[in-house]
């Protein structure tokens, strides 16, 4: 009654006692063929009748030869019915998986088992050396596995087929040939299976690791929708059915997590390749063979980072190994697969509600649970975050609350979500970093009543569209689009300021008209570029001169007013899609073409200042620290009818003077920077204007 191997070691033992017993059968063999050579054959200055009769004998027939070959077979037969009954209780066996995944024949098995001996029993190197006649030939060459394995020479000229660089044994890359091209030896992977480990290719390892599967399908934040789609097709083909897939979303879209989450449902590991690296198309083949080893699912990286060969490749090699490939880029996937099944998947940038729930769940454990609530919303709603960015942003905010040895704060979360939004902005944009407060800001209240209400906007937005329902009812315009207009220095800019300050987003400005006449024709490439880049992290949008592009039309239709019209459309839907704030800026309203005007959510006037606004922002220049003589503001305010942006000049000139001067600011350091700030800017200056108390 034959039994189950108990693992794998006994099933090789096993194996090695018939690889003994065919070592011996053909050194018997051989014994035989010396034992039954005449005298004289030794001698080669003739060739005698004796000898000429014995090399026509065949000698394979003698009954202890025979008796020997029974002997192996039924050793034969013993070790595949354990096999197989091991395999039917389970045990691994890594031999048997090879046979299935690389379908090789017996001789092939048994060729791998001549390989494998001198790597775990030195005899061998003895045994094969004496075979092989040649004390220096102590690796196995493809004439002694014939030997060794075929008991007839028309069973020896069919074997040598199995050495063919088509046949499994070298196309899978099995066995190889040393350096001088004739010894054999066992791939180390290979030998490594056999042993029972099942760690990634060494060679692999620049550029692939195994990723674990996700159990939790909820772990992956991507749509709903899409999600039960693509699991269902998944299903339908199985981990070993040949599908490929091609992932195509923005960088933390959640492709990655969507193929855990694919392979937790399949109940296999899933190996990770980055393509984009340099060794990567060389190793294909390599990285497809692990796939059948650890029995994983391929994931390709940079999918898209490569050209019509990589795809070629790409489609004979899982025409060949079969099994589930995902391919993940941002591009679209150009490239046919005819002969594959193929299915392309657009994965769109997560939404308010996929951004929350991807909050929650990593915000889990870090804060109190209506914290967790409360912070996720916000969070969700301010920062248009990938789930990738969500998780790189909450590292890093728990890194900065590690080095200031405190807990991590909401404030560490904001900091650390600007951050990932996307710095690429900042090359076609001024990024300005908001300083300044309400109280910095001199405005009359009804001004400022509409900046506040912009604040209310953005921040109930989320009860607004989400809770309320909203989100179904509007495709777009859930942006807020504002204008700003008044004079030159009258706070436009300030009161971006004010409020990427007061909602904790970044703010970047684009000067339209430098846009428009450095980019002539390629202005909408380049607001397009400005509106993605500030989509993630919902930042401010601040356009100054916007008059650059939504002027009134002239009636002379050049061809900068032909390009002008495309653009200000452009620019119009683009705002309108915008889930941040885009602010226009500009100095004259009555430059500003109606129908633009008519379409922006918010339209604020920034009036000249009075003389008491004046005063007010002559008085909030100077930081507190300042050394203040005795200044009377209202007289600066009576007598210059200048806006802000020239008094913050002024205020700065003085300041200079003063430090020459003895470190005091005075009225007098104050009187000569304005007369330098009105000689800048070609203003009258009237020596009546001089102060005189
Ligand atoms: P604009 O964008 O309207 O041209 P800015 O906002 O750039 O004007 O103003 C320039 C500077 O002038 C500001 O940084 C601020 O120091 C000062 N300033 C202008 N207007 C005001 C104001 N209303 N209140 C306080 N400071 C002001």
């Not at 939404?351 to 209506?370: C, H, I, M, V, Y």
Request: aromatic share 10%.
């Amino acid at each position: 009654m034959s039994t189950a191997y108990i693992h794998n070691y006994e099933h090789l033992a096993h194996e090695l006692d018939k690889l003994d017993q065919l070592i011996s059968h053909r050194a018997a063999a051989l014994r035989q063929r010396r034992q039954s050579m005449p005298e004289d054959a030794r001698n080669k200055l003739y060739i005698s009748y004796e000898e000429f009769d014995w090399l026509l004998t065949d000698l394979s027939a003698l009954p202890p030869l025979v008796e020997r070959r029974k002997q192996i077979e039924s050793l034969h037969d013993e070790i595949n019915r354990r096999s197989k009954i091991s395999v039917a209780h389970g045990i691994f066996l890594p031999m048997a998986h090879l046979e299935r995944l690389f379908t090789l024949s017996p001789f092939e098995l048994q060729a791998i088992i001549i390989c494998l001996a001198p790597e775990l029993r030195p005899k061998y190197h003895t045994l094969y050396a004496y075979l092989q006649d040649d004390m220096t030939r102590q690796k196995p060459r493809i004439d002694l596995i014939l030997d060794l394995l075929c008991f007839s020479e028309p069973d020896r000229w069919q074997a040598r087929t199995y050495f063919s660089d088509d046949a499994p044994l070298f196309r899978y890359g099995l066995l190889r040939y040393l350096d001088d091209q004739q010894d054999l030896q066992l791939d180390p992977r290979i030998l490594a299976y056999i042993l029972g480990s099942n760690r990634i290719d060494e060679r692999l390892t620049p550029v692939c690791r195994v990723l674990e599967p996700l159990q939790d399908m909820g772990q992956v934040f991507i749509d709903s929708q899409l999600k039960t789609r693509i699991t269902r097709l998944v299903e339908q083909y199985g981990s070993s059915g040949k599908l490929t897939l091609y992932l195509q979303g923005q960088q933390g879209a959640g492709k990655r997590d969507l193929a855990r989450g694919i392979c937790g449902q399949l109940g296999c590991p899933l190996l990770y390749l980055d393509a984009s690296a340099p060794d990567a198309e060389a190793l294909l083949q390599t990285v497809f063979r692990e796939t059948l080893l650890l029995q994983a699912a391929l994931y390709i990286d940079h999918a898209d980072s490569h050209d019509e060969r990589f795809a070629r490749r790409l489609e004979i090699l899982v025409m060949e190994y079969g099994g589930l490939v995902i391919l993940a880029g941002e591009k679209a996937w150009m490239s046919k697969f005819d002969q594959l099944a193929f299915q392309s998947v657009h994965l769109p940038a997560a939404d308010g509600s996929l951004r929350q729930a991807a909050w929650e769940n990593a915000l889990q454990g870090s804060f109190p649970k209506n914290d967790v609530i409360a912070y996720s919303a916000q969070l969700a709603h301010q920062f248009r975050l990938t789930p990738g960015q969500i998780k790189a942003a909450l590292q890093s905010a728990a890194h900065s609350s590690m080095m200031s040895n405190r807990a991590i704060t909401i404030n560490d979360l904001h900091a650390a979500c600007r951050n990932q939004s996307n710095q690429k902005l900042a090359e076609i944009a001024l990024k300005i970093t908001p300083r300044c407060h309400w109280d910095d800001i001199i405005l009359p209240e009804s001004t400022l009543w509409q900046l506040r209400e912009i604040c209310n906007h953005v921040k109930y937005r989320h009860r607004i569209f989400s809770e309320w329902g909203f989100d179904a009812k509007l495709t777009h315009g859930k942006g807020l689009s504002v204008l700003f207009f008044g004079p030159p220095g009258t706070g436009k800019t300030l009161a971006a300021e004010v409020i990427a300050a007061e909602l904790q987003l970044d703010l970047y400005k684009v000067d339209l008209s430098g846009v428009v006449s450095k980019y002539i024709g390629e202005t909408e490439k380049n607001l397009a570029r400005i509106f993605d880049e500030a989509e993630s992290s919902n930042a401010i949008l601040f356009f100054d001169e916007a008059d650059a592009l939504f002027g009134k039309r002239t009636g002379i239709a050049d061809a900068h007013d032909r390009y002008a019209n495309i653009e200000t459309s452009y620019l119009l839907q683009k705002m309108e899609e915008y889930e941040g704030i885009a602010i226009l800026a500009t100095n004259l309203r009555e430059n500003m073409d109606e129908s633009f005007v008519r379409r922006l959510r918010f339209i604020i006037e920034f009036p000249f200042p009075d003389a008491i606004n004046r005063a007010e922002i002559w008085k909030a220049q100077f930081p507190s620290q300042v050394p203040l003589g005795d200044i009377d503001y209202e007289f600066l305010a009576e007598q210059f009818p200048v806006a802000g942006g020239h008094i913050k000049n002024i205020v700065l000139n003085a300041a200079f003077l003063a430090a020459q001067d003895g470190g005091r600011i005075q009225m007098e350091h104050l009187l000569d920077g304005t007369r330098q700030e009105f000689e800048k800017i070609g203003k009258l200056w009237n020596e009546g204007m001089v102060w005189a108390k």
